[in-house]
Each structure stands twice: as C-alpha cells, then as structure tokens.
C-alpha cells in the first residue's frame, strides 16, 4: 500500500499543473456561457413576462422613467428563461461572472445598471478583475 502511494507521487510530480492563476489570468468562456444579464432600454417596453417566467422570483418590474426589470443576482439561478421568452429580445447574458458583494443590497441591479456596458466588457475582459 505504502509502495503504491509512493509511485502514484513519482508519476505526477512530473505532470503539468492544472491550477489556474485566476484574478491574474482568466480563462476563455465558452460562447454559450450564461452570466449577468444585460438590457438594451430601448428595445424593453415593460411586458412583465420576464418576471412571470423566472423561477425564482428574481426579477421585479419597476419605475425608471419607463417600467424596466430589476434583478437580484443574489437568488438567480442564471437558466436563461427571461432572455429566451423576452418579446423584443431586450434581455441578453453577458460573460461577467464576479457579482459578488459585501451586502445582501449590492447583489440587486437596477435597470439602469446592467442596461450599460460594464468595465470588464469594455476592456475585452470575461471576469471583470481590474488592478
């Protein structure tokens, strides 16, 4: 048993590390990678079928100058169900993934945050790490 772990040790101390060096270096998303949802005001006319369709009760319709979708990033389960049954295609996935915060307010995005381009897309970045 002893001896076998040992070879086991031997053999993959020679082998390439798989560890990714992350906020420094982020890998390739796949096209079809599903992060924070991105809304094009002009196209959006304040249906409601986005949030009749979300699952998790995630999105909330409310007054920004017109009526335009809210969502809490905190309970999406990121399944695609508002962009796909979106009349007017106003609703798309981005490749932003850190949606992370410090409090339970900071995972809500109004309208008017995630109807602009965030940081990250602009810089050609998938994660949205700046230094």
């Known amino acids: 048993m002893v001896l076998k772990n040992y070879l086991l040790t031997l053999r993959n101390v020679y ?27 002009d196209k959006c006319v ?29 309970h999406c389960l990121f399944c695609g169900l508002c962009i ?15 949606l992370c915060s410090w409090d339970r307010q900071g995972t809500i995005y109004r309208p008017d945050q995630i109807s602009v381009p965030n940081k990250a897309e602009l810089e050609g970045r998938t994660g949205g790490y700046t230094k």
């Open 84 to 98: 796909d049954f979106c009349p007017n295609g106003a609703l798309s996935m981005t490749k932003h993934f850190e």
């Open 46 to 74: 304040g249906c409601g079928i986005c949030s009749q369709v979300c699952p998790n009760k995630v999105i909330e319709i409310v007054k920004c100058g017109k009526w335009y979708p809210q969502f809490d990033n905190g």
């Open 15 to 41: 082998t390439k590390s798989v560890t990714r060096l992350y906020p420094e270096e982020i890998m390739e998303l796949p096209d079809a990678f599903r992060g924070q949802q991105h809304l094009d005001m």
